[in-house]
């Protein structure tokens, strides 16, 4: 699983699930969009849940072997991962879960809610870039590093290229263009 806000997804997501399903062979990769990313929701207005989840619906539908998952939506409420991880394992008891983290959400672990509950239950994969120094998770933790091409894409530029009128071709999906511009967000 990976999860995030996706307020929009982009190719850095997409290249990320793509090269991590590849390089620790995984079935499936979920895309799993927050419903209340509480700690971003305090701080900022976040895009609503289901406009997130059409987004990441329209920039999965092209690639194989990367799912959107609503289970954070369907719960309700505030996402935490800890929920969601022993939701997935309650419904797939005999599957392996890797839980794929940017380094920045790596480092951030210590503040999430029931964190242990997350480490026990789910293999934790961090992506890194060739030759950098980033964010890792704790001291004490077991986890595993996948190297991917780095691209220096946020939802965060993304959202004041909209405000500004600048493009977003190849930073998104064409689909999710068509998207944003659907429901009218960022503008
Ligand atoms: P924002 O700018 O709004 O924080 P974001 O681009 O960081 O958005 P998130 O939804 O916050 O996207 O991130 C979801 C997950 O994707 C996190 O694990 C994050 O570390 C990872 N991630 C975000 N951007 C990239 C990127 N360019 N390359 C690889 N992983 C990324
Ligand atoms: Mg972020």
Same mark, same amino acid.
């Given at each position: 699983?990976?999860?995030?806000?996706?307020?929009?997804?982009?190719?850095?997501?997409?290249?990320t699930?793509?090269?991590?399903?590849?390089?620790?062979?995984?079935?499936?990769?979920?895309l799993?969009?927050?419903?209340?990313?509480?700690?971003?929701?305090?701080?900022?207005?976040?895009?609503?849940?289901?406009?997130?989840?059409?987004?990441?619906?329209?920039?999965?539908?092209?690639?194989?072997?990367l799912?959107?998952?609503?289970?954070?939506?369907?719960?309700?409420?505030?996402?935490?991962?800890?929920?969601?991880?022993?939701?997935?394992?309650?419904?797939?008891p005999?599957?392996?879960?890797?839980?794929?983290?940017?380094?920045? #959400?790596? /480092? @951030?672990? +210590?503040?999430?809610?029931?964190?242990? &509950?997350?480490?026990?239950?789910? %293999?934790?994969? $961090?992506?890194?870039?060739?030759? #950098?120094? /980033? @964010?890792? +998770?704790?001291?004490?933790?077991?986890? &595993?590093?996948?190297?991917?091409? %780095?691209l220096? $894409?946020?939802?965060?530029?993304?959202?004041?290229?909209?405000?500004?009128?600048?493009?977003?071709?190849?930073?998104?999906?064409?689909?999710?263009?068509?998207?944003?511009?659907?429901?009218?967000?960022?503008?």
């Open positions: 699983m990976f999860g995030g806000t996706f307020d929009p997804p982009h190719v850095g997501h997409l290249v699930a793509v090269n991590v399903r590849h390089a620790l062979e995984l079935d499936v990769v979920l799993v969009v927050a419903n209340d990313p509480w700690q971003k929701s305090g701080a900022r207005q976040v895009s609503p849940a289901a406009d997130r989840l059409a987004l990441v619906e329209a920039a999965v539908g092209v690639v194989d072997g799912e959107a998952s609503a289970v954070e939506l369907e719960r309700g409420g505030t996402s935490y991962t800890a929920d969601t991880v022993s939701e997935l394992r309650r419904a797939h005999d599957v392996e879960l890797a839980l794929i983290l940017g380094s920045d #959400a790596a /480092a @951030g672990l +210590p503040t999430w809610e029931r964190v242990d &509950e997350v480490r026990q239950a789910a %293999r934790i994969v $961090v992506v890194t870039r060739p030759g #950098a120094e /980033a @964010g890792v +998770p704790p001291p004490g933790w077991e986890w &595993e590093p996948v190297e991917t091409p %780095r220096d $894409v946020s939802s965060t530029d993304l959202r004041a290229r909209v405000a500004g009128g600048r493009p977003l071709d190849y930073l998104v999906t064409p689909q999710v263009i068509a998207c944003i511009e659907e429901r009218g967000l960022y503008a």
